[in-house]
């Protein structure tokens, strides 16, 4: 059996008497109003119909009037729920069988496929938080089991309050890559040296010279880290680390990859981790989180913790971030024009750049290797990468063109 979306008319207002003597109908006193709304027909699993159409109800009696767009929505996640076999009421270890982040990473890798409008996904998604925020309200499920609200930062700057469901409109310009210059590069990691406490240059260096992303930054945890790693590895890298929601690392869309990181950091990380002022803040984070980080005993522990006992969150660093770029214009006169995104972009680019170098200019090769290290779910976001390069490359050969002409014009009169 099919699910289907059918209509039906309502009555809302004060009913007079419930079953009439005559026919057993309800009867309303005047005035009342007459409603529309959407109604799933068909295999939904447990009572979620029921919770659902009384969510569209409430929705349509407080004056809703196009509810068209929330039933596309809720059918969606039904036939997905139903395909997967996930229970709607259920929290899962594993994010991606979860009913709300599930459903988050299927609508990125649709909008990924284009399969989906960007703009819609967002509004399916939307529509699945506020069902379920209906249902904490309601005490059908526990606050912050299936999304946790967060504070999201705008162009670097301006915070808005968000959820962890949100869904982010793809780029689609190579444009939009703004890495840092090799001068930036040294300048920043001495601005923050003096700026920001070890915590915060830690993750820096984890953005600018692993490629990681700020929220996969902050919740590299000690699971990845101990001395027998280090002690086995060879050369200048440590190999072999995998990184994914199961290693308790929140990489985008779940996507599991190998950590590249250097000997070097590593050791600068284990390091961190055995100072007294780390030992410090993980017992307060046990004390105050006590019910969340019961698995303790599988090795897991947050690295970056604030000294309140709190995991460090991506707007944790944003403050910061700010402190950096304070820091950074007093010593140069001039502002830090970057977000801290553009430290992945940095390291994506710096490791195309050396790919391309090492394979001969196979662009096929190193596309693919830049590909994987940076966790890309597409190939098609890798490419803005090379884009990027090509671009330099040209402007750079156009000013030495340009700088011979000038010297050419100008050498009688030199």
Known sequence: MLLEIIYTQLRVGEIETIFHPSNGAVEFKSPYRTIKVPVLVGPVKNDLADLIHIYLIGKASNGAKDLSSTAKAFKTWCLWLNEHDIEPFKPCFEKQRTPTYGFRYELMTRIQNQEIAASTASQYINTI???????????????????????????????????????????????????????????????????????????????????????????????????????????????????????????KFGIKRELFITSSLYEQILDYIDTDTYKKRQKILYSVHSNEFKNIDKGYAPIFITQAGNPFKPETFYGGWTKIKKQYQKEHDHSFPHHPHDCRATFGTNFLNSALKVTNGDHSVALRQTKDVLGHANVSTTLKYIRYLERKSINQAVAEVMDQLVIEAFKDDL
């Open 129 to 251: 938080k506020s069902f379920y925020e209906f249902l904490e309200a309601k005490k059908y499920v526990k606050p912050g089991v299936f999304f946790q609200h967060e504070v999201c930062i705008i162009d670097g700057k301006r915070p808005i309050q968000s959820t962890d469901l949100r869904l982010k409109t793809p780029r689609k310009h190579s444009s939009s890559l703004n890495p840092l210059d090799l001068t930036e590069q040294i300048n920043i990691q001495i601005a923050s040296a003096k700026a920001i406490s070890i915590e915060y240059q830690l993750i820096l260096k984890l953005m600018l010279n692993c490629g990681l992303r700020i929220k996969e930054a902050v919740t590299i945890n000690t699971m990845l880290f101990n001395e027998e790693t280090l002690l086995n590895s060879e050369g200048a890298l440590i190999k072999g680390l995998v990184i994914s929601p199961n290693t308790g690392v929140a990489t």
